[in-house]
């Protein structure tokens, strides 16, 4: 039986196979796994915001796009993951309210998505598989055996990716 690892807000973790690694309750926040092809090491992060730079309490980097993933991809090569078989998926990035006014401030789940994007391009992640934006929460399960990231979301039912 593989073991289940649960990933809070903010939060990282990562695996070797065949560790599961699930978030709860994604929402505007977005939940990024990283996968080894070769090795089936495994790490997922679960961002709150898409800068580090904006924000003055910046010390916890899993809160954040831009260092989160960085730091993830650091903890998953030195458990051995090779850096050219990494590849990504991504979901999350809901906007959980309708706002009356269009500020981009209020649109905290595309600017997550926005972000997280850049940075594995940057970091030259191939981005394979994603489910973000709409306006629903959900949870994920990432399981190392075989790659697959399951998607769980109330009302809208299961799907792989």
Known sequence: MAEIIK???ADSNTTYSPGVLTTLGLGSCVGICLY???TKISGLVHIMLPD???IK???NQSKFADTGIIKLLEDIIKMGAKRSKITSK???GSQMFNFNDSSDIMRIGLRNVAATKDILKQLNIPLIAE???GNYGRTI???SETGILLIKTIGR???QI
Do not use: F, H, P
Request: net charge negative.
């Open 7 to 9: 990933v809070g807000m």
């Open 36 to 38: 080894d092809t070769s």
């Open 52 to 54: 580090s730079k904006q």
């Open 57 to 59: 309490n910046n010390v």
């Open 90 to 92: 991504i979901a999350g």
């Open 131 to 133: 489910d973000t934006g």
């Open 141 to 143: 399960e990432l399981y």
């Open 157 to 159: 039912g299961t799907k």
